[in-house]
T-cell receptor
Framework: GQNIDQPTEMTATEGAIVQINCTYQ??????LFWYQQHAGEAPTFLSY????GLEEKGRFSSFLSRSKGYSYLLLKELQMKDSASYLC?????????????????FGGGTRLMVKP | KAGVTQTPRYLIKTRGQQVTLSCSPI?????VSWYQQTPGQGLQFLFE???????NKGNFPGRFSGRQFSNSRSEMNVSTLELGDSALYLC??????????FGSGTRLTVV
């Protein structure tokens, strides 16, 4: 099984940098995803990490440490439109198994409020 | 290209009834997963279908079932509805192991 923890709420100021942490305890690990979800909308893909290290994509970066069961999502130059929930999700299964399928376990989500 | 299409967007049902939700994946995507989202439990995995076969299943009672057709479209069915089944039901399609695209969901209200 999987247990994924992330803070419930965070507040930050427009233009600032915010880091959203995610810790996980898993029986198997086959990648970690971050999604953004605005109220009433579908989750949208932000990033995917399967190897240790930092993945940068514009204003968003995601870091993974498999030995520590830890990931973070870094948002730079915050904009008001970044106010949303951020979901950390771990895919179960064996990394080398191409037939493992797609089963994500999500954390409870972090609701980020960006203030002027 | 068209995204993941879920119908209907909103649904109100009475306790004890059954409901069928539909999901049309992105063209070419053969994997379709279903998730339930509630304020208390967050997003929880229901099941995944690939090439018309259920490949993974979450911890939901047997009242929740699904299927996938040869054109990859998927349906999920919930029988004997309970108040606690009120939720946003999300479908996600995937071409491979690395990308999932979610539909806008079906918001089910059980009264």
């Amino acid at each position: 099984g999987q247990n994924i923890d992330q803070p419930t709420e965070m507040t930050a100021t427009e233009g600032a940098i915010v880091q959203i942490n995610c810790t996980y305890q898993t029986s198997g690990f086959n990648g970690l995803f971050w999604y953004q979800q605005h109220a009433g909308e579908a989750p949208t893909f932000l990033s995917y990490n399967v190897l240790d290290g930092l993945e940068e994509k514009g204003r968003f970066s995601s870091f993974l440490s498999r030995s520590k069961g830890y990931s973070y999502l870094l948002l730079k130059e915050l904009q008001m439109k970044d106010s949303a929930s951020y979901l950390c999700a771990v895919r179960d299964g064996i990394q080398s198994d191409n037939n493992a399928g797609n089963m994500l376990t999500f954390g409870g989500g972090t609701r980020l409020m960006v203030k002027p | 290209k068209a995204g993941v299409t879920q119908t209907p967007r909103y649904l109100i049902k009475t306790r004890g009834q059954q409901v069928t939700l539909s999901c049309s994946p992105i063209s070419g995507h053969r994997s379709v997963s279903w998730y339930q989202q509630t304020p208390g439990q967050g997003l929880q995995f229901l099941f995944e279908y690939f090439s018309e076969t259920q490949r993974n299943k979450g911890n939901f009672p047997g009242r929740f079932s699904g299927r996938q057709f040869s054109n990859s479209r998927s349906e999920m069915n919930v029988s004997t509805l309970e108040l606690g089944d009120s939720a946003l039901y999300l479908c996600a399609s995937s071409l491979d192991r690395y990308g999932y695209t979610f539909g806008s969901g079906t918001r089910l209200t059980v009264v």
